[in-house]
């Protein structure tokens, strides 16, 4: 089954950082745009970092200038490099194909706090 792997989440104090990383399982992975999403109790999944297969990127508002995304073609991998952490930054966090999603993998759980 195709699908998505995201790992690196983890407990960070307020102003800390974090790196997830996300494996993709199946083909062609360069030709898709990338995102990364998160999901807080009792919200709506939403997209926080997206990056087309030419690597031009775009942010939700809220983690502009804290929050970059990457990928790696060859290693069908995409990252999301988390600075500044907020407590509002606490989720689950999973990567997907915004155009064209598969099955949503686990996540990875995100906390800030003190």
């Known amino acids: 089954q195709v699908q998505f792997v995201e790992s690196g989440g983890g407990l960070v104090q307020p102003g800390g950082s974090l790196t997830l990383s996300c494996t993709f399982s199946?083909?062609?992975?360069?030709?898709?745009?990338m995102g990364w999403y998160r999901q807080a109790p009792g919200n709506q999944r939403e997209l926080v970092a997206r990056?087309?297969?030419?690597?031009?990127?775009n942010y939700l508002d809220s983690v502009k200038g804290r929050f970059t995304i990457s990928r790696d073609n060859a290693k069908k991998m995409v990252y999301l490099q988390m600075n500044s952490l907020k407590p509002e930054d606490t989720a689950v966090y999973y990567c997907?194909?915004?155009?064209?999603?598969?099955?949503w993998g686990q996540g990875t759980q995100v906390t800030v706090s003190s």
């Open positions: 997907n194909r915004p155009e064209n999603p598969v099955v």
């Open positions: 199946g083909s062609s992975f360069w030709l898709y745009a």
């Open positions: 990056i087309t297969r030419g690597s031009s990127t």
